[in-house]
C-alpha cells in the first residue's frame, strides 16, 4: 500500500529541484500582457520568425495569470514571450503569478484572485466533477511521465518486483504507477511505494529508491548530470491518458469575454512558437530574469521540452489543442481514483473554440512530438 497520505499534492512538485527550492511562496513577477483585441482571433502562424517588440500601440488589458509552478524553466516561454512582445501585440498584459504549491492555481482561479491559471495533471477535471467552474480552454504541454528507472540496472517493468519506488502523492500518479505493474502482471503488493516529496533526484542518487515518477526531460537531465543515465516506463504506453499543462478559465471569463480569451491564447501560442524555434534566445531572457537558477541546465531542460509541447494532433490542429480523449480519459482515471463520484461529458471540460485561427502548427511540423526529448540537448 502507500506509504504517504493521500493529499492532491501534483507530481510536478518536482520542479522545485530546478528552482532550488528559492520560491516556494506565492509570487509576483513583472506583468505579462493578457488582452482583449480586436485582432485576436486572426492567426499568423509564422509568428515564430519574427520580434513582436516595439511594434504595438494598443491598449493592453492588465490579466492575472498564474503559472503552473515556482520559476523554472518550463515557463521560458512566458517569460521569453512577454519580454519580445507577443502578449502585447494580441493586447494582453499578464501579471505572472507563482503558486506555493501544484494545485493553488485552480484554486487561485476559482477564489476570484487570477483571471486565468496554469495547472497540473488531474486538477481541473477533479474541481470540475465536485462541481467547481472551470474550463479548460488549451492544453499547453503534454507530459510523458512514468516511472524512472537507472538504464544499466533494470531493464522491464517485471523486474521492479520487491522494488521501492518513489512516487508523488497525486491522484494522477497513484494510479498510473499501479496500471503500469497491473498490465505487467505485477501488483501495488509487489512493491513498496514512498512519498519523495519535492526531491525525486536525491532518492535515487542515494540508491535508496530503484525508481521515480519522473519525465523524460527534467529529472533525466539532473540524473545524467550526476553519472546516472535512466529509462522511463511511460504510464501512457501502458494504460493512462497523458499528463497535461493546462490553460484553465472560469466558464463566466469563457462566455463573457471570449475575446479576452481568444488573445491570451494566441500570446501563449506565438510565445511558445518563438521560444522552442529560438531556444538559446529565449533562455537567455528568462536567465536575465532568474539569474539565481542555473543557466546550463535551463537551457537543457527547455530543449529536452520542446517535443513535448506537441502532440499527434498538433501538425493538424495547432499547439494548445486539448484531446478530449485523452481528457476523458483523466475524467474517468479521477472517478476510478475516488477523486470525483462520476464521470461527466468532456464538454463540460473542455472548450478547443478559443484556440489561435488559423492554428499555428509549424513549431510541431514533422512529426516534432516524436522526437526523443534528450536528443534535443546542446552542450
Not at 517493468?157 to 494510479?175: F, K
Not at 501488483?187 to 523524460?216: R, W, Y
Not at 524555434?277 to 542555473?294: K, S
Not at 529536452?304 to 478530449?324: H, I, M, R, W
Request: some cysteine; charged content about 25%; proline content about 6%.
Amino acid at each position: 500500500m502507500f506509504e504517504f497520505n493521500k493529499t492532491e499534492r501534483e507530481e510536478y512538485m518536482r520542479r522545485s529541484w530546478f528552482s532550488k527550492g528559492r520560491f516556494g511562496i506565492v509570487g509576483l513577477l513583472m506583468g505579462l500582457a493578457l488582452v482583449l483585441s480586436a485582432c485576436g482571433s486572426s492567426g499568423d502562424s509564422d509568428s515564430g520568425d519574427e520580434t513582436a517588440s516595439g511594434g504595438s500601440s494598443q491598449e493592453t488589458q492588465d490579466v492575472k495569470f498564474m503559472l503552473e509552478w515556482a520559476p523554472n524553466a518550463s515557463q521560458v516561454w512566458a517569460i521569453a514571450g512577454k519580454e519580445q512582445g507577443y502578449f502585447e501585440k494580441n493586447g494582453i498584459d499578464p501579471e505572472f503569478l507563482f503558486p506555493d504549491d501544484s494545485t493553488s492555481p485552480t484554486k487561485v482561479l476559482l477564489a476570484g484572485k487570477a483571471d486565468f491559471a496554469l495547472q497540473l495533471s488531474t486538477a481541473p477535471a477533479i474541481a470540475r466533477g465536485e462541481g467547481e467552474d472551470v474550463k479548460v480552454v488549451g492544453t499547453v504541454e503534454a507530459l510523458d511521465v512514468g516511472i524512472m528507472v537507472p538504464k544499466d540496472e533494470i531493464s522491464t517493468v517485471q523486474e521492479l518486483n520487491g522494488a521501492t519506488l518513489g512516487v508523488g502523492a497525486s491522484t494522477y500518479n497513484e494510479t498510473c504507477a499501479v496500471r503500469l505493474l497491473e498490465k505487467h502482471g505485477l501488483s501495488e503488493d509487489d512493491v513498496k511505494f514512498v512519498d519523495p516529496a519535492f526531491n525525486l533526484v536525491a532518492p535515487m542518487l542515494a540508491g535508496k529508491v530503484q525508481g521515480v515518477n519522473g519525465s523524460q526531460y527534467e529529472q533525466a537531465i539532473a540524473l545524467s548530470k550526476e553519472g546516472l543515465e535512466t529509462k522511463v516506463f511511460s504510464y501512457s504506453d501502458n494504460g493512462c491518458p497523458i499528463d497535461p499543462i493546462q490553460v484553465v478559465a472560469t466558464t463566466e471569463m469563457v462566455e463573457d469575454n471570449p475575446e479576452l480569451v481568444k488573445s491570451l491564447l494566441k500570446g501563449i501560442g506565438e510565445s511558445l512558437q518563438y521560444a522552442m524555434d529560438n531556444p538559446e534566445e529565449a533562455t537567455e531572457i528568462f536567465g536575465d530574469a532568474y539569474p539565481e537558477l542555473d543557466p546550463k541546465s535551463d537551457l537543457a531542460q527547455w530543449q529536452a521540452s520542446v517535443p513535448t509541447f506537441c502532440t499527434a494532433q498538433s501538425e493538424a490542429k495547432g499547439l494548445l489543442y486539448s484531446d478530449p480523449k485523452e481528457y476523458e480519459g483523466l475524467i474517468e482515471l479521477s472517478q476510478e481514483a475516488g477523486a470525483i463520484d462520476e464521470v461527466y461529458p468532456v464538454d463540460e471540460l473542455v472548450d478547443n473554440s478559443l484556440l489561435p485561427d488559423p492554428p499555428i502548427t509549424q513549431p510541431c511540423a514533422n512529426d516534432r512530438y516524436k522526437v526523443d526529448p534528450m536528443s534535443q540537448i546542446t552542450e
